[in-house]
């Protein structure tokens, strides 16, 4: 066969099978959205988009104004929403009418309560003050919205009675060196850091400190039953001469007889005659260094075992016990009060001269400033020294023939206190008792108590030192 007739055939053949190949590789093309983004579209049939796209996510490749266009065809409901334009705010849920049911009744049920001044059994929030009781609202952890969904959920599981989980605290006055306000401040001594001298007001509070292992009504039930263990209580020997009102502004003298008259007796019941002799161990003025000579010591070691037999004393122990904060061997409980009561830190300039007990149970000067005393029988020896003057009272609260809580106005050696508060009549083991339990359950937190059938609640600040956890400052706060 001629060689030309072979290549010729060979030619043919491999045009034939390019051919093919050409044919093939236009198909993929074809098939190929992102090698012909000009000529080859995609069509969205979702719900949302009905345009003509030229990728294979239609969202994506519309322009900017088709895809907002698109968007905002899409009606976007409120997340809160107030079920027949009360003050219960409830989460607006579209995706099911039952729920939603389930909450606006949940919400009215909250506002009719509220409107009876049932709130302690729900965990609620006023969201912007819009329940204008002058209520103060308090939220450990959770954002105000999440405690207002809790709330709207308790429905029939809810908390039983005597618990919550927030907090509704009254309105009260706070009297600071001469302003009156309509707030609760917590006030910082800028030497020190530490938080909380004298801030009063009125509290009615119910809320569960998470970290702390106690229920408020738990803390109510306690201080009543505290009270009617104060075997020891000498108030039938206190007369307190009130006179007139006054204010933490007014320089007017409304009281020109003593605060208090009281009896000898009072002086021979074995827990106040051992406080009263620790009163001369303390020098005033915190910048000036102190030292505990050992006869001081064997004093407080006195009042210690003197007050810690008492029934007060054993039922605090036991309450404490019973929270896990104490261990069974009674030293332990001797060792935490020698230890928050009586150790000595510094307040001023480095100087080792203050504790919690003087100043709680004594007084403090600071910067020409009056500092603690919120004990009784403290004030009344100052009173007999002509150091102290009662310029008139704001508040007292009655503990039936156990004594009171008063806030009142004084001038401490000369220099004006314009807030202060102290238990009158009470016997210090009930002091040391209550401001002990408040300080281990609820330190630098509101404790509420009730006695006499009287609420309030008592503060009590860490003052932290080396290390150690002491007593900064603890008063009742009316």
Same mark, same amino acid.
């Given at each position: 066969?001629?060689?030309?007739?072979? !290549?010729?055939?060979?030619?043919?053949?491999?045009?034939?099978?390019?051919?093919?190949?050409?044919?093939?590789?236009?198909?993929?093309?074809?098939?190929?959205a992102w090698s012909t983004p000009n000529s080859t579209q995609y069509t969205s049939n979702g719900p949302q988009f009905n345009q003509k796209s030229t990728t294979p996510w239609p969202a994506l490749g519309q322009r900017p104004q088709q895809r907002n266009a698109a968007l905002s065809n899409t009606k976007r409901e409120?997340?809160?929403?107030?079920?027949?334009?009360?003050?219960i705010w409830v989460r607006n849920n579209p995706s099911g009418q039952n729920q939603n049911n389930n909450q606006a009744q949940n919400g009215q049920r909250i506002q009719a309560n509220l409107d009876r001044g049932l709130t302690s059994n729900y965990n609620v929030q006023f969201i912007n003050n819009e329940k204008n009781?002058?209520?103060?609202?308090?939220?450990?952890?959770?954002?105000?919205?999440?405690?207002?969904?809790?709330?709207?959920?308790?429905?029939?599981?809810?908390?039983?009675?005597?618990?919550?989980?927030?907090?509704?605290?009254?309105?009260?006055?706070?009297?600071?060196?001469?302003?009156?306000?309509?707030?609760?401040?917590?006030?910082?001594?800028?030497?020190?850091?530490?938080?909380?001298?004298?801030?009063?007001?009125?509290?009615?509070?119910?809320?569960?400190?998470?970290?702390?292992?106690?229920?408020?009504?738990?803390?109510?039930?306690?201080?009543?039953?505290?009270?009617?263990?104060?075997?020891?209580?000498?108030?039938?020997?206190?007369?307190?001469?009130?006179?007139?009102?006054?204010?933490?502004?007014?320089?007017?003298?409304?009281?020109?007889?003593?605060?208090?008259?009281?009896?000898?007796?009072? !002086?021979?019941?074995?827990?106040?005659?051992?406080?009263?002799?620790?009163?001369?161990?303390?020098?005033?003025?915190?910048?000036?260094?102190?030292?505990?000579?050992?006869?001081?010591?064997?004093?407080?070691?006195?009042?210690?075992?003197?007050?810690?037999?008492?029934?007060?004393?054993?039922?605090?122990?036991?309450?404490?016990?019973?929270?896990?904060?104490?261990?069974?061997?009674?030293?332990?409980?001797?060792?935490?009060?020698?230890?928050?009561?009586?150790?000595? !830190?510094?307040?001023?300039?480095?100087?080792?001269?203050?504790?919690?007990?003087?100043?709680?149970?004594?007084?403090?000067l600071k910067n020409n400033q009056v500092s603690g005393l919120h004990n009784w029988l403290y004030f009344h020896e100052e009173e007999k020294k002509n150091n102290a003057n009662y310029l008139g009272y704001m508040k007292k609260i009655d503990l039936g023939n156990k004594g009171s809580v008063l806030k009142c106005h004084?001038?401490?050696?000369?220099?004006?206190?314009?807030?202060?508060?102290?238990?009158?009549?009470?016997?210090?083991?009930?002091?040391?008792?209550?401001?002990?339990?408040?300080?281990?359950?609820?330190?630098?937190?509101?404790?509420?108590?009730?006695?006499?059938?009287?609420?309030?609640?008592?503060?009590?600040?860490?003052?932290?030192?080396?290390?150690?956890?002491?007593?900064?400052?603890?008063?009742?706060?009316?």
């Amino acid at each position: 066969m001629p060689s030309g007739f072979v !290549y010729s055939l060979i030619l043919i053949v491999v045009l034939i099978v390019a051919d093919i190949f050409c044919v093939n590789i236009r198909g993929q093309n074809q098939n190929n959205a992102w090698s012909t983004p000009n000529s080859t579209q995609y069509t969205s049939n979702g719900p949302q988009f009905n345009q003509k796209s030229t990728t294979p996510w239609p969202a994506l490749g519309q322009r900017p104004q088709q895809r907002n266009a698109a968007l905002s065809n899409t009606k976007r409901e409120p997340t809160w929403v107030r079920p027949n334009n009360g003050t219960i705010w409830v989460r607006n849920n579209p995706s099911g009418q039952n729920q939603n049911n389930n909450q606006a009744q949940n919400g009215q049920r909250i506002q009719a309560n509220l409107d009876r001044g049932l709130t302690s059994n729900y965990n609620v929030q006023f969201i912007n003050n819009e329940k204008n009781t002058g209520l103060n609202l308090h939220s450990d952890k959770n954002s105000a919205q999440n405690a207002l969904l809790d709330a709207l959920n308790v429905g029939n599981r809810g908390l039983q009675p005597g618990q919550s989980r927030a907090t509704d605290v009254g309105q009260g006055t706070t009297q600071i060196a001469g302003t009156d306000s309509n707030k609760k401040n917590i006030l910082t001594e800028p030497s020190t850091g530490f938080r909380g001298q004298d801030n009063h007001g009125d509290d009615n509070v119910d809320a569960k400190q998470a970290d702390s292992g106690v229920e408020d009504y738990e803390l109510r039930e306690f201080s009543e039953e505290l009270l009617g263990k104060d075997v020891n209580n000498p108030n039938r020997h206190v007369m307190i001469n009130l006179q007139g009102k006054t204010t933490s502004r007014s320089s007017k003298d409304e009281a020109p007889l003593p605060l208090l008259n009281i009896s000898q007796a009072v !002086y021979d019941m074995p827990s106040v005659s051992k406080l009263v002799t620790l009163f001369n161990n303390y020098i005033l003025e915190t910048n000036q260094n102190e030292v505990s000579t050992p006869q001081e010591k064997i004093e407080e070691n006195d009042l210690l075992d003197t007050i810690l037999p008492t029934p007060v004393m054993q039922h605090t122990r036991n309450f404490l016990i019973k929270k896990g904060k104490l261990g069974k061997d009674p030293k332990e409980f001797k060792d935490l009060m020698r230890l928050i009561w009586f150790n000595m !830190y510094s307040r001023q300039n480095g100087r080792i001269g203050s504790s919690g007990f003087e100043h709680i149970f004594l007084a403090e000067l600071k910067n020409n400033q009056v500092s603690g005393l919120h004990n009784w029988l403290y004030f009344h020896e100052e009173e007999k020294k002509n150091n102290a003057n009662y310029l008139g009272y704001m508040k007292k609260i009655d503990l039936g023939n156990k004594g009171s809580v008063l806030k009142c106005h004084f001038v401490f050696h000369n220099v004006d206190k314009p807030v202060g508060s102290m238990f009158i009549g009470t016997s210090p083991e009930l002091e040391m008792a209550l401001y002990t339990t408040c300080f281990v359950l609820r330190a630098d937190k509101i404790c509420p108590l009730k006695m006499n059938g009287n609420r309030f609640v008592i503060r009590t600040y860490t003052y932290r030192y080396r290390g150690k956890n002491m007593i900064g400052s603890a008063f009742p706060d009316i």
